[in-house]
């Protein structure tokens, strides 16, 4: 019972280090959907007294990646429905040419400010509605969430470690006798504490399986049954065969650097 409790008690920290490092994985791969949703879904509109062509408004700013003309034909219909003197041609003349540009990525709302200014240096261009307040809210709340997540899974993963750090303590006093006795006879930092590394390694590996199967099961079953849009939407993104090598990859670091902490920290008591 002691056995598993000393094994439970490492590998529950370092789970809750890699679930946290899955959990960013995940939502930076879902917010980077999103993202792409909110950029094709934003539009900036611009009036101007002559055609212009993309590669004109690129030259003005290069994050404007799309343009589609607003056609003149169907606004002059609404126009003149209760003028009857008036004519398609005559209106045509004096009335002005309208665009909605896109962007190649989703910006800052100070980088969007920066192409408005961009765009208003040029005399052709007769108005321009960036929509910046409902971009901007939209924004702020997108980062707002980023980065309420970083600060949790760095404030846990703290925590964790120290669990971790505690946890390998408590080995290396349970061998201690047989690490004192190598170091008596030379032997290198590596191979003093290999027991150390040795189970560390084990639990690092048992961790890894874990998280990976929970997320797995969250991609293939709980996803698709949750009716959770945003879940089903971006079920592809909740886990990839790529984050076990993150996660093993991660798990070894983390272990390396809990092993010599408390290695180093021995030395120098001794």
Do not use: C
């Amino acid at each position: 019972m002691k056995f598993i409790k000393n094994h439970l008690m490492f590998i529950l920290p370092l789970m809750a280090i890699l679930l946290g490092i899955e959990f960013y994985l995940v939502f930076d791969r879902t917010t980077n959907n999103y993202a792409k949703t909110l950029k094709e879904g934003y539009s900036m509109f611009v009036v101007t007294k002559r055609p212009m062509s993309l590669s004109q408004f690129q030259i003005l700013d290069n994050k404007i990646s799309t343009i589609k003309e607003i056609k003149r034909d169907n606004l002059v219909k609404d126009v003149i429905k209760d003028i009857k003197s008036a004519s398609n041609k005559e209106i045509l003349k004096v009335l002005p040419y309208f665009y909605n540009l896109g962007l190649n990525s989703y910006l800052k709302t100070s980088q969007l400010n920066d192409i408005g200014t961009h765009l208003s240096r040029s005399k052709n261009i007769k108005k321009i509605e960036t929509f910046g307040t409902s971009y901007n809210s939209s924004y702020r709340l997108f980062s707002f969430i980023k980065f309420i997540l970083k600060v949790f899974i760095i404030f846990m993963a703290i925590v964790s470690l120290f669990l971790i750090i505690k946890q390998m303590e408590v080995w290396k006093y349970t061998h201690k006798e047989r690490m004192r006795i190598m170091e008596i006879f030379g032997a290198p930092l590596m191979l003093k504490s290999g027991v150390l590394f040795k189970v560390a390694l084990i639990d690092a590996i048992i961790s890894t399986i874990l998280v990976s199967s929970i997320f797995f099961y969250i991609k293939f079953n709980w996803a698709l049954d949750s009716g959770i849009d945003i879940m089903i939407q971006n079920r592809d993104a909740l886990f990839l065969l790529n984050d076990v090598w993150i996660l093993i990859s991660s798990a070894f670091i983390i272990v390396i650097i809990s092993v010599y902490t408390v290695v180093f920290s021995s030395s120098g008591e001794n």
